[in-house]
C-alpha cells in the first residue's frame, strides 16, 4: 500500500474522485490502482480566502514505476488485534462495576481474548436510559440511577460522542475501529476530529453490549454496588443491592475493575471507608456558553467558501494571572442538556446529534480550581465543593430543576438577566433568569470575565451581549484519584481504578484507553 499526502481538495468531491485527484498529484494512472482507503481528512480554515480539506489516502498500486515522495505502509495496517500474552489462570469471574467507555472496553477486550465477565451497571441498559432521560427533559422527573450520569454508555452516551485526545496512544485505532464494527459511521476513521452523536452511540453501544454477551460475558443493570469484602489485603466479592427488586447479591472474585465515572459519589465514600488510597485533584468548574451556530461558523470559516463545510467548531484556552479559562466539549449544533443525577441539584453538560443541525452551539466555559479551594482534610472535598455549587444552582434556578442564565453582556455588569436578546437558550426543561455571579465563586467570576474578552479577540462575536450563559458545568472530570500501582492495582490487591472517575481519563477515547489497558493487566497477570 502506498500512503499519498497533503492532497488539498477545494470542491465537494466523492471518496473516488478524491483518489483521482490523489492520483493527478502524483503522475499515478488511476487504472493501476486497485484497492484504496481514506486515512485521514481534515478543513484548513487558516485562511478565508483557501479554505479547503486535506486528505492523506492510501492506495493498492499494482503499477511498477516508483512513485516519487509515497510512503509505504502495510497492508494490514488496519489490523487491531492486539498481542496479549494470557496468563491470567483464575476460574472466578473478573468483575466491572460501571458501563461507561472504560467498563465496556475492558469486557470486549477480555472476551476477546476467553475470559468472561461480569458487568454490574447501576444504571439502566441504554435503550432504557434514554427513555427516563427524556422523560426528566421535558418533565423534570429524575431517575436517581438512570440518567445523564449513570447508566449503560456512561456520562459521554448523551454528550456529542467526541473521539478526539490529545493522548497519543496506539490503541486509538483500535478503539474507533471496534466503534465503527459496532455500527459507528466509518468516516470517524479518517476525520480530523471524529464523533458519534448521541443518536448513534445509543445503537452502538447495544451492539457492543449483545456482542459482549453472545462471548460469555453477563450484564446486570439496576445492580449497585453498596459493599465489598477484603481478606489478608486481597478483593474476594463484590457486594450489590439490585434497584428493582431491594435483594441483595454476593459476587465472589478476586478481580473487580471499578470503573464508576466521575458523579458515583456514595461509591466514592464507601471506597474511601474501605481504606483504598485516594487523593484530591485538581478539575474545573464554571458554565456553558451558547451562540448562534451560524455566528460561529462565519468566524470560523468566513463567507466565501463554496465548501460543504460541516458545524464549525473551536477550542480556546486563556492562562490568566492566577487561574486558567478554557473552553471544553465544543457541542456544533447541539443543545445544552440537564445532567443532574441527584435530587436539589443543578448539572450541565453539552450534547449533539451526528448531524450537528441544531440552531445554537455550545460549550462549557471552564475555570481551574485547586485542592487549596476547597475546605477540610477529607480527599472528598472537591465532591462536597461541586455538590455545594450544583445545590446553589438548583436554588437560584427556582428548584424545579431549571437552570439559571445570564446574558453575558448582564454578566459583564454583574445584574440580573431580565430580557433575552437574540440567542435563545435550549436547556430543557427550562430556564430561570438570573444572576451567575450570587452563586459563583469570586475567583471563577473573574477568570470567566478575562477568558471571555481573551476569547472575543480570537473568535469575532464569543463574548456578544446576547450569548447566553447556563449555570452550573461542575463534572468535566472527576475531583479525586483513586492511587493505584504499576499493574494498576490499588492498595487492595485485585482491585482496580479505572477511566475517568478513578481520575485516569478525561472523555471517551481516554476512558476506553484506560479500559482496555486494565483488561491487558488482567489478563497477563499469573494467576
Partial sequence: MLRLE??????????????????????????????????????????????????????????????KNAKIVSSDSENVKLNINVKRKSILNPIIVGAGPAGLF????????????????????????????????????????????FGEGGAGTFSDGKLTTGVNNSLSRKILKEFVNFGAPSQIMYINKPHIG???????????????????????????????????????SIITKNLSNNSYNNFKTDTA??????????????????????????????????????????SQYGIKSKLELPPAEYKLAYHGKNRSCYTFCMCPGGVVIASSSDEGEIVTNGMSKFARDCENSNSALLVSVTPEDFKGESPLEGIYFQKELEQKAFKLGGENFYAPIQRVEDFFENRKTIDLGKVKPSYKPGVTLSNLQEILPDYVTETLKEGLLDFDKKIKGFADKDAILTGVETRSSSPVRILRDENFEANVKGFYPCGEGAGYAGGIMTSAIDGIKCAIKILEKDK
Fill in 6 to 67: 497533503n492532497i488539498k481538495i477545494y470542491q465537494n468531491l466523492s471518496e473516488v474522485e478524491v483518489i483521482k485527484e490523489a492520483c493527478k498529484k502524483y503522475k499515478i494512472e488511476f487504472s493501476n490502482v486497485k484497492n484504496f482507503n481514506i486515512y485521514k481528512k481534515s478543513i484548513d480554515a487558516r485562511d478565508k480566502d483557501n479554505i479547503h480539506y486535506n486528505y492523506t489516502v492510501d492506495i493498492d498500486y499494482i503499477g511498477k514505476h516508483k512513485i
Fill in 106 to 149: 475492558c469486557a470486549l477486550v477480555l472476551v476477546q481474548n476467553g475470559i468472561k465477565p461480569i458487568i454490574i451497571e447501576q444504571g439502566k441498559k441504554v435503550e432504557d436510559r434514554k427513555k427516563d432521560v427524556d422523560i426528566f427533559l421535558e418533565t423534570g422527573k429524575l431517575n436517581k440511577n438512570s440518567n445523564v450520569q
Fill in 198 to 236: 448521541t443518536d448513534n452511540l445509543i445503537k452502538v453501544i447495544s451492539n457492543m453490549r449483545k456482542y459482549i454477551i453472545d462471548n460469555g460475558g453477563k450484564f446486570f443493570f439496576e445492580e449497585k454496588v453498596v459493599d465489598f469484602t477484603v481478606n489478608n489485603n486481597c478483593l474476594t
Fill in 257 to 298: 475493575v471499578f470503573a464508576i465515572g466521575h458523579s458515583a459519589r456514595d461509591t466514592f465514600e464507601k471506597i474511601y471507608q474501605k481504606g483504598l488510597q485516594i487523593e484530591k485533584k485538581n478539575f474545573s468548574v464554571g458554565v456553558r456558553i451558547e451562540h448562534k451556530q451560524e455566528m460561529i461558523n462565519n
